[in-house]
């Protein structure tokens, strides 16, 4: 399967078929992919917490939300825009937590993080699934998360992935990207 075109087609979902949850299967693949990825020293020091209880993952979302509208007060009235119940979550039927060991990770924490997930999006766009990575969650929800998930002491919750059917009534908008020859110097010796 050539990969470039499921790159060029991917773009985060924030609209998501509230007809339609996800098969656990098609869970267990995501993680899956996420369980495969690279990182430093081969640590692989992610542990995922999945949330398929779609009220509960409203009820996080709207827990967090505040702290959002708080600090971007642009965001209030959004979610009754985009007819979703909250702009954590976007109402996605499935979450997945990811935490970080703190104590083998310190030095990649950041990058391991960033493949895993990477990992995760790019087969749940093979699967037809859309997801969201979502730091807010951290950023306005880390304890409520870290309860929630029961996320223990040597871990650091970092980072949501929301998955679920993309509503077929939503276009899809890729968003732009700088032009290869910005970004990319071959460098002659
Ligand atoms: C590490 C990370 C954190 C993000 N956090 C949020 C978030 O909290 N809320 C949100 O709506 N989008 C979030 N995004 C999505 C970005 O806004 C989005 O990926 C970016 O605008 C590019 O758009 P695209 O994913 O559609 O290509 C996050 C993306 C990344 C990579």
């Known amino acids: 399967m050539d990969l470039l075109p499921i790159i060029q087609k991917r773009c985060s979902c924030r609209r998501y078929d509230q007809t339609r949850t996800v098969e656990r299967e098609l869970i267990d693949k995501v993680l899956e992919a996420g369980r495969l990825a690279p990182s430093g020293k ?3 020091p992610w542990h995922f917490y999945v949330i398929t209880n779609a009220e509960k ?3 996080l ?4 939300e505040p702290g959002v509208i708080k600090d971007v007060p642009k965001m209030a009235g959004a979610a009754a825009e985009k007819g979703v119940s909250n702009i954590v979550f976007y109402d996605a039927p499935v ?12 030095d990649t924490r950041q990058m391991d993080i ?16 859309g997801t969201l990575p979502v730091y807010n969650s951290k950023w306005y929800g880390q304890d ?7 996320i223990p002491e040597e871990e650091e ?6 998955i679920g059917y993309i509503d ?6 890729v968003r732009p990207r700088k032009e290869l020859s910005q970004i990319a110097t071959y460098v002659d010796l």
């Open 168 to 173: 077929p009534a939503q276009p899809r908008t």
């Open 157 to 162: 919750f970092m980072l949501t992935l929301c």
């Open 95 to 106: 979450i997945v937590n990811v935490s970080m060991n703190k104590k083998n990770s310190i």
């Open 42 to 44: 081969n640590t692989q």
């Open 144 to 150: 409520l998360i870290t309860q929630t998930c029961k």
């Open 61 to 64: 979302g709207k827990a967090i």
């Open 114 to 129: 960033g493949l895993t997930v990477e990992n995760m999006i790019l087969m749940a766009e093979t699967l037809g699934l």
């Open 57 to 59: 993952i409203k009820e």
